[in-house]
């Protein structure tokens, strides 16, 4: 048995109350345990979170970066999504 | 989905290069530039782990406890940037288990500043004032670099390593104020450290065949030749100012370029160094060598625990 049976993690902190949990890298543990503890201590040694997930890489599935055109490009036309596809005229505030 | 020819996946490729958009594991690559920046990356993985093992010699020997936790701190950091490291790899498909073998078979290089042996407390002084100081030269500009795992590990290594410099040059000034025979040690280190530092950015332009392609890619931003000028530069002055001197008799100020000119390298030693023949290739590499077989048990034991309280879990 070597190394390779480690699986791999990736690893999410939350770098204060009130923020998302990011991704911050990965690494490799024998389990969930092993994982969150050497989290912390590679990608927390400066204050830098206060809450770790972490996910095994198997576990997550991507889009495909050859699909990137056919699933984001449609709303690149959608302009009237925001809001400054409208006009407000001068003298209406809080709108 | 259109099938694009290798010839318009190329052109696309590069042109996202040419327009700074990163390119991301997942995405179209030329095989050359995924093998390039592997090589280049565990390269850099494994000059972080081998850097360790001068430094750690000193652990133990720090002259006080607070020299002794910010020397423990560094090296620490230097073994989170390894993984940072290999982790880049293996999201380009590479081996993590090879990549590390490679280290050991010979196969792969690393940093031949490493090969060097730390004589005296003064050197822990040396190698970060100097060695993190060409380092973190080289390594500034690879947070641009064109591939978005290695650029984002960069950055964060940038981020931890700036004490580093900063806790070796300190270590530097404390003994060239100290007592004679401190001054002279840290005068030592210098001179032991300061060529084999200025080799830390590589072959000259002229005999380095594969920068102009990796400049292309955006992997390297800045020639050999042109960081070795701007740690000298840098460097100088700072030796100046705690009073050593740079051990280069042809060091001089040049006013019309507002750069100094240094002395010739030597370009025989560096390759003698690289082709593993300097003085502690051999004992670094049976070190890294003795620690993976030294840990076979341990990270069997840690499978076995987990698979042991997965079963209790699930009981």
């Known amino acids: 048995m070597t ?55 198997n576990n997550i599935h991507a889009s495909d970066s050859s699909d990137a055109d056919m699933l984001f490009e449609p709303s690149n036309t959608k302009v009237y999504r925001h809001p400054t596809f409208y006009d407000v005229p001068d003298g209406i505030s809080h709108m | 989905m259109k099938v694009l020819n290798s010839e318009e996946l190329n052109r696309k490729f590069q042109e996202k290069i040419d327009n700074d958009i990163k390119i991301e594991p997942n995405d179209w690559m030329p095989d050359a530039y995924r093998q ?11 000059s972080e782990v081998v850097g360790m093992l001068p430094e750690g010699n000193w652990i133990t020997r720090a002259p006080n406890l607070r ?26 498909g590479a081996d993590r288990e090879d990549t590390i073998d490679d280290l050991h078979s010979g196969k ?15 050197d822990m002084g040396a190698i970060g004032w100097l060695v993190d100081g060409a380092a973190i030269m080289n390594q500034v500009p690879l947070c641009r670099c064109s591939y978005g795992p290695y650029a984002r590990a960069m950055v964060r290594v940038c981020k931890e390593e700036s004490f580093h410099q900063r806790q070796g040059f300190e270590i530097m000034m404390k003994l060239a104020n ?30 380095s065949p594969n920068s102009q392609q990796s400049m292309k890619w955006k992997i390297k931003r800045f020639s050999n030749d042109d960081l070795r000028q701007q740690f000298v530069d840098a460097t100088v002055a700072q030796a100046a100012l705690i009073g050593l001197t740079i051990p280069d008799p042809d060091l001089k100020f040049d006013k019309k370029s507002g750069h100094y000119i240094f002395g010739e390298i030597n370009w025989n030693e560096f390759y003698e160094v690289v082709k593993g023949n ?25 499978m076995a625990f987990s698979a042991k309280r997965a079963i209790k879990k699930s009981a």
């Open chain 1, 3 to 57: 190394n390779k049976d480690w699986p791999l993690w990736e690893i999410f902190i939350r770098s204060k109350q009130g923020l998302n949990h990011k991704h911050v890298g990965s690494l490799r543990a024998a389990d969930a345990e092993m994982a969150v503890e050497n989290a912390r201590d590679v990608y927390t040694r400066r204050s830098e979170g206060i809450s770790i997930w972490v996910i095994e890489s």
């Open chain 2, 36 to 46: 390039t920046l592997i090589r280049q990356i565990s390269q850099h993985a494994h």
């Open chain 2, 67 to 92: 020299r002794k936790a910010v020397l423990l701190a560094k090296v620490q950091d230097e073994a989170g940037h390894g993984l940072y490291l290999y982790s880049a790899t293996e999201t380009l």
């Open chain 2, 108 to 122: 792969a290089k690393y940093s031949s500043i490493f090969n060097y042996p730390t004589l005296s407390w003064a």
């Open chain 2, 178 to 207: 100290g007592s004679p025979e401190q001054k002279d040690m840290a005068q030592d280190a210098l001179n032991r450290f300061w060529w084999p530092a200025l080799m830390m950015f590589g072959p000259s332009d002229d005999d």
């Open chain 2, 278 to 302: 300097g003085p502690c290739n051999k004992e670094r590499i049976d070190a890294r060598r003795k620690a993976k077989e030294n840990g076979l048990w341990v990270r069997e034991a840690a």
